[in-house]
């Protein structure tokens, strides 16, 4: 089946809310890579996203706020915390195109065991700031928990003008519906929804990492698109199967 179009806002309802969270500050780092690359990384039932024959590899800093369930309050300590993944890019059999977490870094050790344990996604417990200076944003994380310890990245960028009209690439990088996960030899669809993003560009001030070399993607040079957002509500819906 043909991928389903590139759209703003998610192109289906969630259905009931599982939990609701905010992104906030958050900075998109991306370079282009043979789709070859990140196959192997994907799971079942799903293949490389592509954009003029390229696939990306994400490197997005940000804030997470408020995560709460059900509908609830979201938690004000234990729900915000920084947060650093690196993403691929990804669409399954049916056409819903999403994202692969090869990592996920935070700062909130007791959101990252229960991250790992309930949610089976990859997340790593690391000492991480986020600092706003005028419009420099900086970034900085170093893996405590698992191994390979001292993974670290540090990002500065600068925030640029508002995007009136989003690119082509803009869209495909930023608006994903849902996340694509291996369980049990199957592959669960984890649908969300958020309002359209609020898109800034953006430059590169400072970049060291090897996040995305420890998650078995490593990327090289400079990004090839840099965006910022101040962020988005998000909410989650059920697991589909």
Same mark, same amino acid.
């Given at each position: 089946m043909h991928p389903e179009p590139v759209t703003p806002t998610a192109p289906r309802p969630i259905g009931a809310t599982v939990f609701t969270q905010g992104w906030a500050d958050l900075a998109f780092l991306h370079w282009a890579v043979d789709p070859a690359l990140v196959a192997p990384h994907l799971p079942p039932g799903t293949r490389p !996203?592509? $954009? !003029?024959g390229a696939t990306?590899?994400?490197l997005i800093p940000f804030r997470m706020r408020r995560i709460g369930f059900f509908g609830l309050p979201g938690l004000p300590y $234990?729900?915000?915390?920084?947060e650093t993944n690196v993403r691929l890019y990804s669409v399954d059999e049916q056409g819903r195109r999403g994202v692969v977490f090869s990592s996920l870094e935070a700062d909130r050790l007791l959101p990252v065991l229960a991250a790992r344990w309930v949610a089976r996604l990859p997340y790593t417990f690391a000492r991480m700031r986020v600092r706003r200076d005028g419009d420099v944003v900086?970034?900085?994380?170093?893996?405590?928990w698992p191994a390979p310890r001292g993974a670290h990245s540090r990002i &500065? /960028?600068?925030?640029?003008?508002?995007?009136? !009209? #989003? &690119? #082509? @690439? !803009?869209?495909? @990088?930023?608006?994903?519906?849902? $996340?694509?996960? =291996?369980? $049990?030899?199957?592959?669960?669809?984890?649908?969300?929804?958020h309002p359209e993003w609020p898109l800034h560009r953006a430059s590169? /001030?400072?970049l060291s990492e090897d996040l995305t070399a420890a998650a078995g993607v490593p990327v090289a =040079?400079?990004?090839?698109s840099v965006l910022w957002s101040p962020g988005v509500p998000v909410r989650f819906g059920p697991w589909v199967r």
């Open positions: !996203d592509t $954009l !003029d990306y590899v994400g $234990l729900g915000s915390f920084a900086t970034y900085t994380s170093r893996r405590r &500065a /960028v600068q925030v640029g003008e508002r995007i009136a !009209d #989003p &690119a #082509p @690439l !803009d869209r495909f @990088l930023t608006s994903r519906w849902g $996340l694509h996960r =291996g369980f $049990l030899g199957r592959t669960a669809y984890w649908p969300n929804e590169v /001030v400072e =040079g400079e990004p090839n």
